[in-house]
């Protein structure tokens, strides 16, 4: 069993910053990409940011400059420090991991989700 564990979400205010986290824990034998997506009301699910195995990062042009992505192999973990927030990033924030396990073949695999309210 592959599970992702999301936390750090809340309510701030414009301005303001806040840090995701993800862990994923449980058979993993390794993990390839991983990303944070976000989905706001009545709108589409979005890549936010996504960082490879190496360290290589993307981001959305939304959130460039005041977003990072960030991860800790040896932790399994990857996080999103969100600066500078605006009430347009509110959103339900999901982490996302391409993860091969123990035994299996490869999947895509998601957290159940962190919701982040920016008050204007």
């Known amino acids: 069993q592959v599970q992702l564990v999301e936390s750090g979400g809340g309510l701030v205010q414009a301005g303001g910053s806040l840090r995701l986290s993800c862990a994923a824990s449980?058979?993993?034998?390794?993990?390839?990409?991983m990303a944070w997506y976000r989905q706001a009301p009545a709108k589409q699910r979005e890549l936010v940011a996504a960082?490879?195995?190496?360290?290589?990062?993307n981001y959305a042009d939304s959130v460039k400059g005041r977003f990072t992505i960030s991860r800790d192999n040896a932790k399994n973990t990857v996080y999103l420090q969100m600066n500078s927030l605006k009430p347009e990033d509110t959103a339900v924030y999901y982490c996302?991991?391409?993860?091969?396990?123990?035994?299996?073949?490869?999947?895509?695999?998601w957290g159940q989700g962190t919701q982040v309210t920016v008050s204007s």
């Open positions: 449980g058979s993993i034998f390794s993990i390839n990409a």
């Open positions: 996302n991991a391409d993860i091969l396990p123990l035994s299996g073949s490869g999947y895509d695999y």
């Open positions: 960082i490879t195995s190496g360290g290589m990062t």
